[in-house]
Nanobody, 126 residues
Framework: QVSLVESGGGLVQAGGSLRLSCVMS????????MGWFRQAPGKEREFVAA????????YYTDSVKNRFTISKDNAKNTMYLSMKSLNVEDTAVYYC???????????????????WGHGTQVTVSS
């Protein structure tokens, strides 16, 4: 059974940086495209970034382009989200997700993913 565990969240001041990690166990990591989603209080879960199973293609929502970088280390079964220039609007629970063999822009949709982590809280203070 595939398990995804996020880490790296925390409290940071506006303008600061954080790096989130997501470790997969129980699956063949390089068979999975991966994504990050986030959910702020009172809002729906929204797409943040995704990366194809080889790492060759990445996708970002407009609000995080040029600030966030998604990456994937298949040798370590780990995906990362490097975040810089954080602002209060980035405050949310961030979820890691995995999609077996899926490619393309479908990766921006939550229903493309079968596997989810439990989330890590990111709080940005002003």
């Amino acid at each position: 059974q595939v398990s995804l565990v996020e880490s790296g969240g925390g409290l940071v001041q506006a303008g600061g940086s954080l790096r989130l990690s997501c470790v997969m166990s129980g699956g063949i990591f390089n068979h999975y495209s991966m994504g990050w989603f986030r959910q702020a209080p009172g809002k729906e879960r929204e797409f943040v970034a995704a990366i194809s199973l080889t790492g060759g293609n990445t996708y970002y929502t407009d609000s995080v382009k040029n600030r966030f970088t998604i990456s994937k280390d298949n040798a370590k079964n780990t995906m990362y989200l490097s975040m810089k220039s954080l602002n209060v609007e980035d405050t949310a629970v961030y979820y890691c997700s995995g999609s077996l063999w899926r490619l393309g822009s479908d990766l921006q949709r939550p229903d493309a993913y079968r596997n989810w982590g439990h989330g890590t809280q990111v709080t940005v203070s002003s």
